[in-house]
């Protein structure tokens, strides 16, 4: 557990960080009840926060919503956040990274949205489904938030690979996870973090549905 600057009653639990050799951050904030950031903050980054439990106004720029969980918030690039757990504690995964802009491009403005208002594309997907909780194909985004639903026994069609990372937090059911070579049981709660080009398979097991929150990278060309 880490404590921050600019958090009261809050336990932070660092999941993928660059010191990993990830791109982005990604963390679980604690919050006791009334905890928080201690004021608004504005660290130049993009963030995405998806609460888990509890009830946590989100405050994004001007704007702050009593998320439940489920609830999500995308705060972009410059503008100030903060958060704080009401009546009861709470908890939230955090997804911090610095933006990628492009000329001719406005980064995405904030945004809220719930869990359960994300239509499931189940297109091509036996036994499961995705919810682009940030939506797909915009470039004005330079990453995806992802949630990925699967019935016991589906699994994807295929081993894939590709340059993109994920962050992946387990938020139901269960599962096995290949990364790389090797078989690795998933359990609700457990985070993984795939480097680019890791080879990876999902395949659900137990008695009921699984799902898990995907970050993933998108929408940019290489660096040298
Ligand atoms: O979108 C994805 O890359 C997804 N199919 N990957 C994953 O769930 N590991
Ligand atoms: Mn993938």
């Known amino acids: ?22 791109r ?48 999500y ?3 972009p690039p410059g503008t100030a956040y903060g958060l704080r757990a009401e009546g009861d504690a709470g908890r939230v995964a955090w997804v911090k990274r ?3 802009a492009l ?24 036994g499961r489904y995705i919810q682009f909780l940030l939506g797909t194909g915009d470039l004005a985004f330079d990453f995806e938030m992802n949630l990925m639903g699967f019935e016991p026994g589906s699994h994807f069609p295929c081993i894939e ?8 937090l387990m938020l139901e059911g269960q599962g096995n996870y290949l990364l790389g070579r090797d078989w690795h049981e998933a359990w609700t ?11 990876q398979q999902f395949y659900c097991t137990g008695w009921g549905p699984a799902a898990y929150l995907l970050y993933k990278n998108v ?5 040298f």
């Open 189 to 199: 709660g457990d985070f993984i973090w795939m480097g680019p080009f890791v080879p």
């Open 161 to 168: 690979t590709h340059i993109m990372e994920h962050g992946l």
């Open 98 to 100: 610095p933006y990628e």
């Open 73 to 75: 918030a995308f705060v």
């Open 24 to 71: 982005f951050a990604q963390a679980l904030l604690e919050m006791a009840a009334g905890g928080g950031t201690t004021a608004l903050r504005d660290d130049g980054l993009e963030h995405f926060f998806y609460v888990l439990e509890g009830n946590v106004a989100v405050t994004a720029g001007t704007q702050t919503r009593v998320l439940g969980a489920g609830g």
């Open 1 to 22: 557990p880490s404590r921050l600057p600019g958090f009261a009653g809050t336990v932070v639990r660092f999941q993928a960080a660059p010191a990993l050799g990830a």
């Open 219 to 223: 929408n940019r060309d290489v660096a």
């Open 103 to 126: 000329p001719g491009i406005a980064p995405p403005a904030a945004r809220f949205g719930d869990r359960a208002d994300v239509p499931r594309d189940t297109t091509n997907r036996p």
